[in-house]
């Protein structure tokens, strides 16, 4: 079965096509992050509208890339939910234009559940039930999965994400949007006992976390009080700083999964999103892991980061259990799987 995956939640235009929700065929991606440095963030308008420019010329190239054309395809798979109203609106319009052509089945796809069911790519079996960690940008939660979109929330961050602590910490150091991945290479020579700063609720009984009082310790520090002062120059410094917060980070992330793990009686953990890249959290996962007696699933990084062939994945899942969607549908920019839903 080959499924065409499409992408637009935020400011990724991305197209996959996907045999048995396993093997890539092909995968394309246009990255608006470079346009929105100077902006020091994603503006959703000229996300929505560099999508709408790039969509097709993605969708095209990915169905040359896998040498076939759309009449091979068995369905086309979206993500709807959550992201940009806008960026989500063009993906949307793209899929519901292909299979309504082909007539082909078309899924909505959530995006959160999309990141997790990622681990299926390039890999025969998954051993279910597993907890799942869902850490990006705008989400870092558990959840115990039976299966690929089966899953139930367990427990994850009260207030901002991971991914937006490693962001607004990098721009706090003066690293241009988006910060993450710059952070984290930063961080590689830096010193993570430099700067004490708070893990919150670590060695609580709740499976909660909380990274807003972490970035403003972090401001503080840096900034010093008040957060008014300027950045620092010092490459050091710098180094320093970036350990010590995505160490703050990866010490809670890691924490909070290991107890849902044990909560939950699970042989196997799965961890997906952007924030899934990051170096010092992949290291430790594989220790930890090992020494808890834990299966690890870890999709390679540019399948944590947003990419259109975990949507193709739990397309192909949602196709096998007849959980197709209506012509009618419509992308919801709060979505269904997190703690909003
Ligand atoms: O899953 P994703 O690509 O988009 C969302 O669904 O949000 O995640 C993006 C987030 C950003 O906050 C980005 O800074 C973070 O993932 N990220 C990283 C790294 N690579 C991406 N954070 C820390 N270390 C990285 N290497
Ligand atoms: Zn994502």
New binding site residues.
């Given amino acids: 079965m080959r499924i065409l995956g499409i992408e637009s939640?935020?400011d990724?235009a991305a197209a996959a096509v996907v045999e048995d929700g396993r093997r890539v065929l092909a995968e394309r991606v246009a990255s608006q992050a470079d346009a929105f440095a100077a902006w020091g963030g994603v503006v959703p308008e000229i996300a929505a509208r560099a999508h709408v420019e790039a969509m097709p010329g993605v969708i095209a190239a990915a169905l040359a890339d896998a040498g076939i054309t759309p009449r091979d395809l068995d369905g086309v798979a979206v993500g709807a939910w959550p992201g940009l109203t806008g960026s989500l609106v063009c993906g949307v319009t793209a899929a519901k234009a292909i299979a309504l052509s082909l007539d082909l089945p078309l899924m909505a796809v959530d995006?959160v559940q999309a990141?997790l069911a990622a681990i299926h790519l390039g890999r025969d079996t998954v051993t279910y039930p597993l907890v799942g960690l869902a850490?990006?940008?705008?989400?870092s939660h558990l959840f115990r999965c039976r299966g690929p979109g089966d899953l139930d929330l367990l427990g994850g961050t009260i207030d901002d994400?991971?991914?937006?602590a490693?962001?607004k910490g990098?721009a706090v150091l003066g690293l241009p949007y988006?910060?993450?991945?710059e952070?984290?290479r930063l961080a590689e020579d830096g010193d993570p006992g430099a700067i004490p700063l708070p893990r919150s609720f670590m060695g609580d009984a709740d499976l909660r976390m909380s990274f807003a009082g972490l970035k403003t310790a972090f401001l503080y520090a840096v900034r010093g009080q008040g957060g008014r002062g300027p950045a620092p120059t010092d490459p050091r410094r710098i180094a320093d700083a970036a350990a010590s917060l995505?160490a703050a980070v990866v010490d809670q992330l890691v924490d909070r999964l290991l107890l849902a793990a044990r909560r939950e009686e699970v042989r196997a953990v799965a961890v997906a999103?952007?924030?899934a890249?990051?170096?010092l959290?992949r290291r430790r996962l594989a220790e930890s892991c090992r020494t808890a007696g834990l299966d690890l699933y870890l999709p390679e990084p540019r399948h944590?980061?947003?990419n259109a062939a975990m949507i193709a994945v739990l397309g192909h899942h949602h196709l096998r259990a007849g959980r197709t969607t209506g012509r009618d549908l419509v992308p919801l920019p709060t979505g269904r799987a997190g703690p909003r839903a």
């Fill in positions: 939640s935020c990724e995006h990141h850490a990006s940008g705008g989400h994400a991971a991914g937006e490693f962001d990098a988006p910060g993450g991945p952070l984290d995505r999103g952007g924030v890249c990051n170096r959290l944590c980061a947003d």
